[in-house]
């Protein structure tokens, strides 16, 4: 399933569930907005009242009211017991009609960069929906920045700056979205900082005797099973022999290449390991015919690519 398709569905359920203002469980800011509807006693009427930088509201015969910190049922608990002194049964209802209390700024390449506003409790997953899911383009980490007064980020790695004023953690993309690590699924909290990295153009090459030879962008995923890449690049050719496939391996100092013996056809029977390729690796397929090299570097593959293979075959 792609990203956008499986943040869609997200987004949709989060649609449908926003249309409830009633945020329980929603704990109230400074500059959130509400409404208090009473049947007697305090005449407010439909006016939205705004929640000060202080945390406090006023109202008619109660008076201030520090709302900061509550729940929305909170609220109305707190209403009801101090209107009780002027109306014998009160009966209070608090809606919230703008949330801007707990902020969560998400940036990089997601599909909707920004702020977006809490409204009530939300998992990494849930924000990263709201911000319209990862792009096709997004790398392979996500990155969390927590104000130190909202508490550690509960994850393994988390790290506190010298400051001693923020903690954070980076997390793998395709984890999150593949549901592998529930427990990185975390509560997000207000003014945290979420960075989905941007894709660097990271790539695999398949060439020689399959279907569609070329480049496999690897987005999100820090790496491409041989099975997976074969499967992109349409399956293997006719007369492929696939028992003795090549993987050129970029070696750290540029200089020399890795060459990886790999038998697809076990890999196909589950007989032999199905290994990652990485950024940059060159899978190659034979062909059952004697002109190999030149199937090799047919097709749409260029410059530095062509010359990598060149220089592996020639080996």
């Given at each position: 399933m792609s990203l956008k398709l499986a943040f869609g569905l997200a987004v949709l359920a989060l649609v449908c569930a926003s249309g409830q203002q009633r945020a329980s469980g929603y704990v109230l800011g400074p500059d959130d907005q509400i409404v208090i509807r009473a049947l007697e006693g305090l005449d407010?009427?439909?006016?939205?009242?705004?929640?000060?930088?202080?945390?406090?509201?006023?109202?008619?015969?109660?008076?201030?009211?520090?709302v900061a910190g509550l729940t929305v049922e909170?609220?109305?608990?707190?209403l009801v017991s101090r209107l009780k002194v002027y109306v014998k049964e009160p009966q209070i209802s608090v809606t919230v009609t703008e949330f801007r209390s707990q902020p969560v700024s998400v940036f990089g390449a997601v599909a909707s960069p920004g702020v977006i506003?809490?409204?009530?409790?939300?998992?990494l997953?849930?924000?990263?929906?709201?911000?319209?899911?990862?792009?096709?383009?997004a790398g392979a980490t996500i990155s969390i920045v927590r104000l130190a007064e909202n508490g550690p980020i509960p994850l393994p790695g988390a790290t506190q700056d010298p400051t001693g004023r923020y903690s954070s953690a980076e997390l793998d993309l395709k984890e999150i979205l593949d549901g592998k690590n529930?427990?990185?699924?975390?509560?997000?909290?207000?003014?945290?900082v979420i960075s989905v990295s941007q894709g660097t153009d990271r790539k695999v090459y398949v060439v020689g005797d399959v279907q569609r030879s070329g480049a496999f962008n690897l987005g999100g995923q820090r790496s491409l099973s041989v099975l997976s890449a074969v499967s992109l690049a349409g399956?293997?050719?006719h007369t492929a022999r696939p028992e003795?496939?090549?993987?050129?391996?970029?070696?750290?100092?540029?200089?020399?290449?890795?060459?990886?013996?790999?038998?697809?056809?076990?890999?196909l029977k589950g007989k032999a390991e199905d290994i990652a390729l990485r950024p940059d690796d060159i899978l190659v397929v034979p062909t059952s015919?004697?002109?190999?090299?030149?199937?090799?570097?047919?097709g749409i593959l260029a410059g530095a690519v062509s010359a990598a293979i060149y220089a592996g075959a020639a080996h």
């Open positions: 407010v009427g439909d006016k939205p009242v705004l929640i000060g930088t202080n945390g406090d509201i006023t109202l008619p015969l109660i008076g201030r009211v520090e909170q609220l109305e608990t707190e506003q809490l409204r009530g409790r939300k998992t997953y849930e924000v990263l929906s709201m911000a319209g899911g990862p792009r096709e383009t529930p427990s990185a699924n975390i509560e997000i909290k207000p003014h945290d399956g293997l050719g003795h496939a090549l993987i050129f391996r970029p070696a750290p100092d540029g200089e020399k290449h890795q060459e990886i013996e790999v038998n697809i056809r076990q890999m015919g004697t002109k190999v090299f030149g199937t090799v570097v047919q």
